[in-house]
């Protein structure tokens, strides 16, 4: 029951958002500041936030978009929350996230898509697929069940993209190369249990 909650709350946050004053040239801290104080209004008002950018070869071509992990800072400097963003066009969108995980594990750009893996989950490790495109000018965001104490990768590979179960070491990096299945066919096993967004 406690995941439910947890897993509609950011349901909730992954639908909406934040938009930059309709300024196309708003910096990504300006959005995410913009983002932060709208969705999370208890934070305090010298809470910090510190933002790593994601190499995502394709992602700006293809999808006029830049990947980025956001750490709400505490006085300690320490991060107590994490969110993975995308910025497009002025405006920040959330599209997993990494409590108790490994965050973004891997992320292939093919076709006019972002393929990505992420984990999360505290005492029970989960690893989700995940899909970027974008429909009527905004970003469609398509999430996978979690796969329950397994990390899941994705890699361009012939004329598709397939994911792969192995060992996480660093953002696009695992050890292991067991072949799951092609992409196409884990999307219509899980999203069927789950629905797209």
């Given at each position: 029951m406690r995941y439910a909650m947890l897993g509609l709350l950011f349901l909730g946050f992954?639908?909406?958002?934040?938009?930059?004053?309709?300024?196309?040239?708003?910096?990504?801290?300006?959005?995410?500041?913009?983002?932060?104080?709208?969705?999370?209004?208890?934070?305090?008002?010298?809470?910090?936030?510190?933002?790593?950018?994601?190499?995502?070869?394709?992602?700006?071509?293809k999808l006029s978009s830049t990947a980025y992990l956001a750490s709400f800072l505490g006085p300690n400097g320490r991060p107590f929350n994490e969110l993975l963003l995308l910025f497009r066009k002025g405006e920040v969108t959330p599209f997993g996230t990494v409590f108790g995980g490994w965050g973004l594990m891997s992320a292939a750009v093919h076709g006019n898509c972002l393929y990505y893996t992420y984990s999360w989950g505290s005492g029970i490790h989960r690893s989700h697929i995940g899909r970027v495109s974008i429909g009527q000018g905004k970003l469609r965001i398509l999430d996978s069940i979690g796969y329950q104490n397994a990390n899941i990768f994705v890699k361009v590979s012939g004329q598709g993209v397939s994911a792969y179960q192995g060992e996480f070491t660093s953002f696009n990096q695992w050890r292991g190369d067991?072949?799951?299945?092609d992409i196409d066919r884990l999307y219509s096993d899980s999203l069927a249990c789950r629905g797209g967004r």
């Open positions: 992954l639908n909406a958002p934040a938009h930059s004053s309709g300024s196309e040239s708003a910096s990504v801290e300006t959005a995410f500041q913009l983002y932060a104080s709208v969705h999370f209004p208890e934070l305090a008002p010298q809470t910090r936030f510190h933002l790593d950018r994601y190499e995502i070869p394709g992602l700006e071509e067991l072949l799951l299945k």
